[in-house]
């Protein structure tokens, strides 16, 4: 039994080409001290926030592996939501594969093309700490088949979703756990038509920073790349970002909110 709720963010890793890189950046983007788990685990790395694991950086095992952060949603039994996935019309990428006493893992790839993992914790349930500086906050996958998805993903964890804004220039929903519509997990946005044709489907990782412009310009200075420049919003001010390895990700600070949430 996973420490989160089925169907919950519990984790959040990157694959990068150059470890030793990753730890230079977020190190000092967002503070975080590394804890190596050893060849045995191929050095898959704890990104630690005052000693709370946060996130985890990883190498590359092939060339062709995706530079990315990915999203892990809690599962009370991993095989069982594999045996979803596929019934729902989604892709295994690989799994569920037991790592160790530490949990349960797989990789599975949802009908609209975006990737994320699904984890039945063990000796590790996930984060230890979120909705802080250098934690995760949210997750929102950003899709262009939308029906599918929807689909899909009440399908296999049951999601509830509440639409926000028009459903037409702005199409954008909040999951929430079965029955409970306090229980926000993530959202999923249909993207625009204007977006190039070779940009994928993915989940996008937001974490929160205390100061959002200041956390742009040091993604700049350290070499990455500043992909939508900071904005206010009714959620927080973000910008959208890339470390200096290609990888995408989001920054907000929670604390500055501006206007109304659509459809409020």
Same mark, same amino acid.
């Given at each position: 039994?996973?420490? #989160?709720?089925?169907? &919950?963010?519990?984790?959040?890793?990157?694959? +990068?080409?150059? +470890?030793?890189?990753?730890?230079?950046? $977020?190190?000092?983007?967002?503070?975080?001290?590394?804890?190596?788990?050893?060849?045995? #685990?191929g050095?898959?790395?704890?990104?630690?926030?005052?000693?709370?694991n946060a996130? &985890? @950086?990883?190498?590359?095992?092939?060339?062709?592996? /995706?530079?990315?952060?990915?999203?892990?949603?809690? %599962?009370?039994d991993?095989?069982?939501t594999?045996?979803k996935i596929?019934?729902?019309?989604?892709?295994?990428?690989?799994?569920?594969? *037991?790592?160790?006493?530490?949990?349960v893992? +797989?990789?599975a790839?949802d009908p609209?093309?975006?990737? #994320?993992g699904?984890w039945?914790?063990?000796?590790?349930?996930?984060?230890?700490?979120?909705?802080?500086?250098?934690?995760?906050?949210?997750?929102?996958?950003?899709?262009? !088949?939308?029906? *599918?998805?929807?689909?899909?993903?009440?399908?296999?964890?049951g999601?509830?979703?509440r639409?926000i804004?028009d459903?037409?220039?702005?199409? $954008?929903k909040?999951?929430?756990? /079965?029955?409970?519509?306090?229980?926000?997990?993530?959202?999923?946005?249909?993207?625009?038509? !204007? +977006?190039?044709?070779?940009v994928? %489907?993915?989940f996008?990782? $937001?974490?929160?920073?205390?100061?959002?412009?200041?956390?742009?310009?040091?993604v700049?200075? @350290?070499?990455?790349?500043?992909?939508?420049?900071?904005?206010? %919003?009714?959620f927080?001010?973000? *910008?959208?970002v *890339?470390?200096?390895?290609?990888?995408? #990700?989001?920054?907000?600070?929670?604390e500055?909110r501006?206007?109304e949430i659509?459809?409020?």
């Amino acid at each position: 039994m996973s420490d #989160f709720k089925e169907g &919950a963010p519990c984790w959040a890793d990157v694959s +990068l080409p150059d +470890l030793a890189a990753g730890r230079r950046f $977020y190190g000092e983007l967002f503070g975080w001290t590394f804890q190596d788990q050893g060849e045995e #685990f191929g050095h898959y790395t704890m990104a630690q926030r005052d000693g709370k694991n946060a996130a &985890a @950086l990883m190498e590359k095992m092939d060339p062709s592996m /995706p530079t990315a952060w990915s999203v892990y949603i809690a %599962s009370d039994d991993a095989a069982k939501t594999a045996a979803k996935i596929t019934e729902a019309g989604g892709q295994l990428a690989f799994g569920p594969d *037991a790592i160790g006493d530490t949990g349960v893992m +797989l990789g599975a790839i949802d009908p609209g093309g975006s990737f #994320f993992g699904v984890w039945q914790g063990g000796a590790h349930p996930g984060f230890d700490v979120v909705n802080e500086p250098g934690a995760f906050c949210w997750t929102e996958n950003h899709t262009r !088949d939308a029906d *599918a998805v929807d689909v899909f993903y009440e399908a296999v964890f049951g999601y509830d979703a509440r639409q926000i804004g028009d459903g037409a220039g702005f199409d $954008y929903k909040v999951w929430t756990l /079965p029955g409970d519509p306090e229980a926000q997990v993530g959202g999923r946005m249909r993207r625009g038509e !204007d +977006l190039p044709a070779d940009v994928p %489907s993915a989940f996008q990782i $937001y974490f929160v920073v205390a100061d959002c412009d200041g956390a742009a310009d040091t993604v700049r200075r @350290l070499g990455g790349q500043v992909v939508m420049e900071p904005q206010d %919003s009714p959620f927080g001010r973000m *910008a959208i970002v *890339a470390d200096d390895q290609g990888a995408h #990700f989001a920054v907000i600070d929670v604390e500055r909110r501006t206007g109304e949430i659509p459809g409020q």
